[in-house]
């Protein structure tokens, strides 16, 4: 698509170039250190990162909105939209190169992450497997919840509200699903549970790779960067 | 060529653009004039695919803007009001970026890049941060974002403001060169900027075209010239009487009036149309009365004139 690869290197880089980027990495490798520490490099417990990745959708909850809030509502606030859009790239492309951006950033993030699993890996014979896992499961959360946080970001020139209204879905989902688990009587049960990320982490983070909860991310993850794309294109039509 | 058919703009239910029909041309500047909230961007907007008319129809390059916006978009070059840049950027950087966007890629992309900054004459600060740029510097990026891809149509929302006087001589003169091989549209609710820049006006109020031409079209259907005639302090008030009664009887006078505002005796004189340059008659008749004139003036009606009577009659 073309525009695509162009507006996501931007945007990766836009990120290294404003202090929130560095604050949000800061915090990252901050969060991730301690509970690493805190959880997976304890004497006498086994050589998993299962802890580690199941704390990592409540780190990611605060830090994905963090990312996600800036992506369209600063153009929006500043007028770089218009030129953005008034060149020959679609909507599509513009939706999609920020969110490849965002989530490029987020991989830059991750990346330091992995000296623990070679620290673990020195120390111990852990299984790789569940490693593998709960890496993937982390990256396909991070799609999910910056998908929904671009979404928001198209819909308004605060990045305050984006920030607040991803964050606020992202526990409404969580805390839905637990409530309407309770309330639901079989086999409705299962609709608010479907849309806990938490739980379907927590399978990663074992090293079960369900292609249902691979399905689940992936499908959100372009459903919502689409409503983005489509929020976008009915501006036009305002 | 850039043609509006019929264009009305709802927004809600506020009517911004009213039924506007224009074709603007190749080979000229042509401003858009009017007061703020005429419509002037609704139809920016409207030309440059931000937004669809609700109806009627604008082609960019013989394009529709809505059934074929991508093919018109990579007609047009467009520099928004404030020029809107991304502060962390540096203005190689961003005018690269814009290059991708438009389609260039590496060779053509550098080339495309070096004549932009050469012709904004950004050289200096081509690798500067446009957050620590001043103002003039910016609208200079942001010119050169739009003139980058060569478009065949170029559309500039305010493209002078925050340049200082020498700046805004260059920009006219860039603005000029760049029109001579594409339709060049420029907004502005500057009239002396208009004046100076552009070869066709026009003047839109409550979203309706109220008038259009080049300036000295709009100039000569508006108004005639008027004359300011100042007489000589010796003159009596009978001669000045008789002054004014005889060149009130010239051919083409229209009217005079003693305005004392001009100096004691002054006269305003207005002509018609028909009238012609009424200098010379006025001076021989002030000759013949005995009446020796120390100032005589032609006086031209400005754009400014113009502007405030549609802008008036719009209202």
């Known amino acids: 698509m073309k525009g695509t690869l162009i507006i996501a290197k931007r945007e990766l880089s836009a990120f290294f170039r404003v202090p929130l980027g560095w604050v949000v990495m800061a915090l990252f490798l901050f969060l991730s250190g301690f509970v690493f520490v805190r959880f997976s490099l304890q004497p006498g417990t086994p050589a998993t990162m299962r802890d580690f990745f199941s704390f990592w959708w409540r780190v990611l909850v605060v830090v994905s909105p963090a990312i996600s809030m800036r992506l369209l509502a600063e153009e929006h606030r500043t007028g770089t939209i218009d030129p953005l859009l008034s060149s020959p790239v679609s909507e599509v492309a513009v939706v999609t190169g920020k969110f490849l951006g965002a989530l490029g950033f987020l991989g830059v993030c991750l990346a330091p992450t992995l000296v623990y699993a070679a620290v673990l890996m020195w120390l111990a014979r852990p299984d790789p497997g569940p490693i593998f896992a709960g890496y993937l499961g982390i990256a396909l959360l991070g799609a999910f919840q910056l998908a929904l946080g671009l979404l928001f970001s198209s819909l308004t020139s605060s990045q305050t509200l984006a920030f607040l209204a991803t964050l606020v879905t992202l526990l409404v989902l969580e805390a839905g699903a637990g409530f309407g688990a309770q309330w639901l009587s079989e086999p409705w049960d299962q609709v608010p549970l479907a849309f806990s990320t938490d739980l379907r982490i927590a399978d990663f983070a074992k090293g079960l790779i369900d292609t249902s909860h691979v399905a689940f991310f992936v499908i959100a993850s372009v459903w919502l960067c689409g409503l983005a794309a489509l929020v976008l294109r009915t501006r036009r039509w305002r | ?315």
């Open chain 2, 1 to 315: 060529m850039v043609e509006l058919s019929g264009v009305t703009k709802d927004y809600g239910r506020f009517r911004a653009v009213s039924d506007v029909s224009l074709a603007i041309q190749p080979g000229r500047v042509t401003g858009l004039l009017g007061p703020n909230g005429a419509g002037k961007s609704t139809i920016i907007r409207m030309i440059t695919c931000l937004l669809a008319p609700t109806q009627g129809s604008v082609s960019v390059c013989g394009f529709d803007t809505v059934t074929e916006s991508a093919k018109a978009r990579a007609s047009i070059g467009y520099l928004p009001e404030f020029a809107p840049l991304y502060p962390e950027m540096t203005a190689r950087g961003y005018l690269r970026f814009r290059a991708g966007l438009a389609g260039l890629r590496g060779k053509a992309a550098a080339a495309a890049v070096g004549r932009a900054l050469e012709r904004c004459w950004l050289g200096e600060v081509a690798d500067r941060r446009i957050s620590a740029m001043s103002k003039g510097f910016r609208q200079r990026v942001g010119l050169a974002g739009a003139i980058l891809h060569d478009p065949r149509v170029l559309i500039l929302d305010e493209p002078t403001t925050g340049l200082d006087p020498t700046q805004i001589r260059e920009t006219r003169a860039l603005l000029r060169s760049l029109a001579l091989e594409r339709v060049l549209l420029l907004s502005s609710h500057i009239l002396p900027e208009v004046e100076a820049t552009c070869d066709q006006i026009v003047i839109i109020a409550r979203g309706v075209v109220r008038a259009s031409g080049t300036p000295k079209d709009l100039l000569r259907a508006s108004a005639q010239p008027g004359y300011l005639v100042l007489p000589g302090r010796l003159t009596s008030a009978e001669q000045l009487e008789q002054l004014a009664v005889a060149i009130a009887g010239l051919a083409g006078v229209s009217g005079v009036a003693a305005d004392a505002t001009l100096g004691a005796g002054g006269l305003r004189v207005s002509s018609t149309e028909s009238g012609g340059d009424l200098r010379e008659p006025i001076a021989v008749l002030a000759a013949q009365q005995g009446v020796l004139l120390t100032e005589l003036q032609m006086l031209r009606p400005s754009l400014e004139q113009v502007f405030m009577r549609v802008i008036q009659e719009a209202a």
